[in-house]
T-cell receptor, first 111, second 118 residues
Framework: GNSVTQMEGPVTLSEEAFLTINCTYT??????LFWYVQYPGEGLQLLLK?????DKGSNKGFEATYRKETTSFHLEKGSVQVSDSAVYFC??????????FGAGTRLFVKA | GAVVSQHPSWVICKSGTSVKIECRSL??????MFWYRQFPKQSLMLMAT?????????EQGVEKDKFLINHASLTLSTLTVTSAHPEDSSFYIC??????????????FGPGTRLTVT
């Protein structure tokens, strides 16, 4: 079946630290992969996406590469800011199926 | 980018009353809309999927008579919580997707509606 597994949070970092949030998936076919971010009290915003193997999605300093060989889509950022504090959701969307979300990883960034 | 709005952003109602939440796609036609429920510090739980002009498909365990979904046009879907009770208090999020078939299944999310039932 289709599933997404994210690293458990919360993740607490100091400002300017390097961020990695792991995401692995199982899927039939060739899904599209997404990272969404949710700020407190708000809905989800698309952060980045990748539609095929070896694609790299990037936005606002965040990056993730679609790794088919390791079935992973880890989120990285070289230098986090306090304003990056939020919950991050990894998601996959197999063709013809509904989107499946990971459990979410809460990130706290300290000044 | 594509924008989805929800109204109201928050609502407080008394137990036993009904509440309607609207979800609109502002600059694209949404052939499919999704309604999610999110409990504090948890992931999104898909409640139902609706395609314009047809009945919604509810996820297992979601009461279709309690959570009425209408997708009357390509830009509007509504969720009505009927005879609300305190346990229905939650954050409800809609999302919309255009097109179908193969391709990138990107969903655009509304800002959410916080429902509190007293």
């Amino acid at each position: 079946g289709n599933s997404v597994t994210q690293m458990e949070g919360p993740v607490t970092l100091s400002e300017e630290a390097f961020l990695t949030i792991n995401c692995t998936y199982t899927a039939t076919g060739y899904p599209s992969l997404f990272w969404y971010v949710q700020y407190p009290g708000e809905g989800l915003q698309l952060l980045l996406k990748a539609t095929k193997a070896d694609d790299k999605g990037s936005n606002k300093g965040f990056e993730a590469t679609y790794r088919k060989e390791t079935t992973s889509f880890h989120l990285e950022k070289g230098s986090v800011q306090v304003s990056d504090s939020a919950v991050y959701f990894c998601a996959l969307s197999p063709p013809g199926f509904k989107t499946i979300f990971g459990a979410g990883t809460r990130l706290f960034v300290k000044a | 980018g594509a924008v989805v709005s929800q109204h109201p952003s928050w609502v407080i109602c008394k137990s036993g009353t009904s509440v309607k939440i609207e979800c609109r796609s502002l600059d694209f036609q949404a052939t499919t809309m999704f309604w999610y429920r999110q409990f504090p510090k948890q992931s999104l739980m898909l409640m139902a999927t609706s395609n314009e002009g047809s009945k919604a498909t509810y996820e297992q365990g979601v009461e279709k008579d309690k959570f009425l979904i209408n997708h009357a046009s390509l830009t509007l879907s509504t969720l009505t919580v009927t005879s609300a009770h305190p346990e229905d208090s939650s954050f409800y999020i809609c999302s919309a997707r255009s097109g179908g078939g193969q391709g990138t299944y990107e969903q655009y999310f509304g800002p959410g509606t916080r429902l509190t039932v007293t």
